[in-house]
């Protein structure tokens, strides 16, 4: 059983929709301060889940229980594009699916609802620092799909900062154990005020590590990960570049290409 609501900040559901295998809602409402999302799951599964117009729907997998989206205000709604969560008429749409087959690979960390707060909705970012603790700089904004590297700050220039902390790591956890075959990394790209990192550690839920060098740029730098299975990955140990006299290294994008695990 899948179900969608929406409460306000006291706790009050507005409207909600339950289905077996698929909820399709339309709310009748500008969000107000508070507003938040509630989507519930009896059991593990893949899902698609587009909770916005203006925002591409996300291929996730759920573990099960409540997953709470709350709705973006103010300085908390600038990674996003310029109409989200916006307006009277928002429709919602949460249908089941199956992976694709088990053995192609696919886009396994991408997730553009991913929100900051705990979640049984995988693949999730997190980080052990965001620079000035601000969204524009969150680590959710480095699974969001976007690309665009030369720039920083407000939407469609996401990016996750390490706030000059040499001890900083980033880390994708994805609910349950999967193949990592490839690993892209976007480095944001805003020179000169950016710095780079040249190393970086790669470091897998199942213990094994990979050390990568980094060149200074935005484009696509791509790893070989040799299927490994693991639950989760990091990037930490990271490494910037001390001949450049910017202090701001910062990652645009990171991507897994990988396959469902067996077992």
């Known amino acids: 059983m899948i179900s ?22 339309l709310f009748v409402r500008e969000y107000k301060e508070g507003d938040r999302f509630v989507l519930y799951t009896d059991r ?6 587009k909770l916005d117009s203006c925002i591409e729907s996300a291929n996730v997998y759920s573990t099960g229980g409540s997953f709470e989206y709350p709705i973006p205000f103010g300085d908390d709604r600038l990674p996003y594009p310029v109409g989200a969560f916006e307006g009277e008429y928002h429709i919602l749409d949460v249908m089941q699916i199956q992976p694709e ?36 700089f969150a680590a959710r904004n480095t699974i ?10 407000v939407w469609p220039f996401t990016s996750w900062g390490d706030n000059e902390d040499s001890n900083a790591e ?47 740029t935005g484009i696509d730098q791509c790893f070989d990960l040799k299927g490994i299975i693991a639950e989760s990955v990091k990037l930490c140990r990271l490494i910037k ?18 396959r469902e695990c067996d077992n």
Not at 12 to 25: K, L, P, S, T
Not at 144 to 153: I, Q, V
């Open 4 to 25: 969608i609501a929406l409460y306000d900040k006291d706790g009050v559901c507005i409207a909600e929709n339950r289905n077996d295998q698929h909820v399709h809602q």
């Open 101 to 136: 087959l088990r053995y192609e690979d696919r886009d396994i960390s991408t997730n553009p609802l991913d929100v900051r707060e705990k979640t049984t909705v995988f693949p999730h970012c997190t980080a052990s620092i965001e620079t000035r603790g601000e969204s524009i």
């Open 44 to 49: 593990k599964q893949h899902l698609r889940v």
């Open 144 to 153: 969001d799909g976007l690309k665009e590297t030369d720039g920083h700050g």
């Open 241 to 258: 570049d001390e001949n450049d006299p910017s202090p701001f290294p910062a990652l645009t994008h990171w991507q897994i290409i990988g």
């Open 170 to 216: 980033i880390h994708i956890d994805f609910g349950r154990k999967v193949v990592m075959n490839k690993l892209i990394i976007n480095l944001r790209s805003d020179f000169p005020h950016d710095n780079y990192w040249k190393q970086v550690d790669i470091l897998f839920g199942n213990g094994q590590t990979m050390t990568l060098q980094l060149n200074k």
